[in-house]
């Protein structure tokens, strides 16, 4: 009996540092992952304006420029007040109340210490009426995509104003993938109406040369090497 007793008590211990790991494996992604992560506590289910910041992890500070020091312990309408004209606090709250989560891929915030940005946000059910947020800072995400947006733009009309027909083709699939507008002059179609062609090089292409055309292709194809063919039909 009393090995028994013994053998139990190594298995609670065994048993009570795996948890201590455990536990203490949590705290460490809490703190050492680079999203930013709120935690708050909705204190009465029907008033989203109790909603009282419980945790928050150190990457908050950097994402949002407010130490962490300063919002723990309080309401999230006294942290963030430009919040609740976007609708967040009543979003974070149905959270709480329905357990289901809540995401918005671009929201724009700044007020007296928040810098202004872009923040990718995603709330989600916790026990105990919590709600955690996770959110990134996408404000150089958003500006990156803005100016390939703005320079696809600029090379786009550079193309369009060529006098020649200037067009992409896709060897692995062997589909035109790209025409520039130019292509209406010379044939009546917009680009669009011919990219919707099952094989639009053929049916610009004299007869005679298609044979040639689908030889060149291939030979194309089949070249390890980068080159430009310059092919006139």
Do not use: C, W
């Not at 009996?1 to 009570?16: D, F, K, P, V, Y």
């Not at 996770?134 to 703005?150: G, P, R």
């Not at 209406?184 to 011919?194: H, I, N, Q, V």
């Amino acid at each position: 009996a009393g090995s028994s007793r013994i053998l139990a008590l190594a298995r609670n211990i065994e048993e009570s540092r795996r948890s201590e790991e455990t536990l203490q494996q949590t705290v460490d992604i809490f703190n050492n992952i680079q999203t930013g992560i709120h935690i708050y506590e909705l204190e009465d289910l029907n008033d989203d304006r109790t909603l009282r910041m419980v945790a928050a992890n150190p990457a908050t500070e950097k994402l949002t420029g407010v130490p962490v020091g300063e919002i723990i312990g309080k309401t999230l309408d006294e942290n963030f007040p430009g919040l609740r004209s976007k609708g967040i606090p009543q979003k974070y709250a149905e959270v709480v109340r329905t357990k289901n989560t809540y995401e918005v891929e671009d929201i724009h915030y700044s007020d007296e210490r928040v810098v202004a940005g872009a923040f990718s946000v995603k709330a989600f059910p916790l026990p105990k009426n919590r709600v955690g947020v996770s959110f990134e800072n996408i404000t150089e995400k958003k500006k990156t995509e803005e100016e390939l947006l703005n320079s696809t733009k600029y090379l786009k009309g550079i193309i369009n104003a060529s006098p020649s027909v200037i067009y992409t083709f896709d060897l692995q699939n062997y589909q035109v993938t790209y025409m520039s507008d130019k292509i209406m002059d010379l044939t009546g179609y917009s680009a669009e109406e011919l990219l919707g062609f099952k094989n639009v090089l053929e049916e610009m292409a004299d007869r005679d040369e298609i044979p040639l055309l689908n030889t060149q292709l291939k030979n194309m194809r089949q070249s390890l090497i980068e080159e430009i063919s310059d092919s006139e039909f």
